[in-house]
């Protein structure tokens, strides 16, 4: 039977249509592979080398495998079967590392959040993924993460268990204790040795893991990346980066983040053999350490942070000649900063962009200076599909920007269990819409000019502008409400939020951001800048004016220097 002739574990989850799937597989760019099985055989073929570096814990390979082993037949003693989708919201600790690994291994798709979220996205992705289990740790955002989890136990029947770093209640799940092999567990235990396991006759298009969309409007959708694509993605992407099993990467931003876990991050430096060295701050002085300390070779930054990086470097004591690699991505480096990371840093910058529903572009290691300086690279993969098209959908002529639409073997076909956010993200032949604007370079590298989707790019962090709006609308004294980017030097923009008042009214910053918080929100998303106005201009068929508010906010800007 062919590989793609098995039905999907989860019939929710929309797949590449068979024709290109056959492409990709001819082609050998899919292979009968899991991702699973790419990181436990370099456990089993690198048993002595070091894994993971996490405070004072150090695992080498042999050490993981034998912890992810422990952790994958106690979660299923808890009852997770393949197919189930347990939520992880983790700091950088080797608890995530041994979880996630363990999910992979018994074909449960962990569901990545970030630290940051709050309620109100915690709650959402919830609902959308239906989760058997979520894994969460005391302490991170103001609200209680082990709280909330347990509140979203109780509201929800499919929730079966909170697992829990550092605040246990009698109904949660030590989760320390289920990550250590030989730590006291008196839970059930599964009967399964996975690596024992027959293959399940398809893996090509179950889902591995599900990331959260970052480009899109409303709140995160639930991304599911099947299993071949995404093994190929990260294999491919080790070998662009140069990850090898003499890399040491350090992640210093949230591993839950696709840039940091698969491009190839964390998942293709274990995939290789390499150690992983888990950060818990992107603090220069801390981080510059550690790259001293662990002899790090690869890092991946988000622009705002390499520029915090490149002002300590110059002053720090600190030895980097270990380091070959900063990634930077997320967000575009301005040329200045990127033309300085590698004289400050001593390593080769390379730009990466893509995006959480798959398209990775990287800049080569050995590309010329231009390149690597001033575009965001070319895509990882021969058969990515890129179109680059008007606002009709007509491709744009050679060097011309427009919106760039994407397909290929690691890029989704639609969201998880949402065919309304999927036809509106997705055309009808199963391009992406990224919402970015882009421009190709004769050379085929790409260069990222603007959006087209209204989103706040607050350095790296999302903020789509839709989404803040309705939370806003919520305040009893804001009558309308819009959203715009203020350029900001560090971050690139933060939120100016334009407010129509209620009468008698007139909420101050300070309100609103303790409004927002009281709701949930991530505090990436807090307006940091609030203009009270009388009314909103529209343009000539009703719709609000961005164009006219980001010019008005840049003249009250100039007036304000
Ligand atoms: P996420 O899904 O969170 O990774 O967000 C993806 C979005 O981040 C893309 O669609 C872009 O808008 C933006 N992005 C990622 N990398 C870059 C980059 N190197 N330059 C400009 N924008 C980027």
Redesign the pocket.
């Known amino acids: 039977m062919s590989p793609l002739g098995a039905r999907p574990l989860d019939e929710d989850v929309p797949v590449i249509d068979r024709r290109r799937a056959e492409a990709y597989l001819r082609a050998g760019l899919w292979r009968e592979e899991r991702i699973a099985d790419l990181l436990r055989e370099a456990r089993l073929r690198h048993p002595d080398r070091l894994a993971v570096v996490s405070g004072t814990t150090r695992l080498t390979h042999g050490e993981l495998h034998t912890a992810v082993t422990a952790a994958g037949r106690r979660l299923e003693g808890l009852g997770v079967r393949a197919g189930d989708r347990v939520v992880v919201q983790l700091p950088n600790r080797a608890e995530f590392v041994v979880l996630v690994l363990a999910l992979l291994d018994i074909g449960a798709p962990p569901v990545l959040v970030l630290p940051g979220f709050g309620d109100y996205e915690l709650g959402h992705v919830v609902r959308a993924a239906r989760p058997v289990a979520i894994a969460v740790s005391a302490g991170g955002r103001a609200a209680n993460p082990v709280e909330s989890a347990r509140r979203l136990r109780t509201e929800h029947e499919f929730l079966g268990h909170v697992l829990s770093l550092g605040d246990i209640g009698a109904d949660d799940v030590d989760l320390a204790a289920l990550c250590d092999p030989a730590g006291p567990w008196d839970g059930p235990v599964g009967p399964a040795v996975v690596s024992a396991r027959p293959p399940r006759p398809s893996a090509l298009t179950d889902a591995a893991v599900f990331?959260?969309?970052?480009?899109t409007t409303g709140p995160p959708k639930v991304i599911p990346r099947g299993d071949a694509g995404y093994a190929y993605m990260v294999r491919t992407a080790c070998g662009i980066a140069g990850v090898s099993h003499d890399t040491v990467y350090l992640a210093v931003m949230p591993a839950a983040?696709?840039?940091v876990l698969n491009c190839p991050g964390v998942l293709g430096t274990l995939a290789q053999g390499g150690t992983v060295v888990l950060g818990d701050t992107t603090d220069p002085r801390q981080a510059l350490a550690q790259i001293e300390r662990e002899r790090v070779t690869h890092c991946a930054l988000v622009p705002t942070v390499a520029m915090q990086w490149l002002a300590a470097a110059d002053r720090a004591a600190a030895d980097l000649s270990s380091l070959r690699v900063l990634q930077?991505?997320?967000?575009?480096?301005t040329p200045e900063l990127a033309r300085r990371i590698g004289p400050v840093l001593g390593a080769t910058l390379q730009?990466?962009?893509?995006?959480?529903?798959g398209l990775l572009?990287y800049t080569a290691l050995d590309d010329r200076e231009t390149v690597i300086v001033e575009t965001?690279?070319r895509p990882a993969s021969p058969m990515d599909e890129v179109l680059i098209v008007d606002e009709h959908g007509r491709p744009v002529p050679d060097g011309g920007t427009g919106e760039l639409l994407t397909r290929g073997p690691y890029t989704v076909a639609g969201y998880y269990r949402d065919p309304a956010a999927t036809a509106k993200a997705f055309t009808p032949d199963g391009f992406y819409r990224?919402?970015?604007l882009a421009t190709r370079t004769p050379g085929g590298a790409l260069v990222?000019n603007g959006?087209v989707r209204d989103?706040i790019?607050r350095g790296?962090e999302?903020i789509p502008a839709e989404d803040l709006e309705m939370a806003v609308a919520r305040h009893p004294g804001v009558r309308a409400s819009a959203a715009v980017g203020a350029p900001h030097e560090l971050y690139g923009e933060t939120v100016c939020l334009y407010v129509v008042p209620e009468t008698g009214r007139e909420p101050t910053l300070l309100e609103l951001r303790r409004f927002l918080r009281g709701l949930g929100l991530a505090v990436w998303k807090l307006p940091e800048r609030v203009e009270v106005v009388a009314q909103l201009p529209t343009t000539a068929i009703g719709k609000i004016d961005k164009k006219a508010l980001r010019a008005d906010l840049a003249r009250r800007t100039a007036l304000e220097a």
Not at 211 to 215: E, K
């Open positions: 990331l959260l969309s970052g480009g983040h696709g840039f930077t991505g997320g967000a575009r480096p730009q990466c962009y893509g995006m959480s529903e572009c965001q690279g990224t919402g970015d990222v959006r989103i790019n790296g999302k």
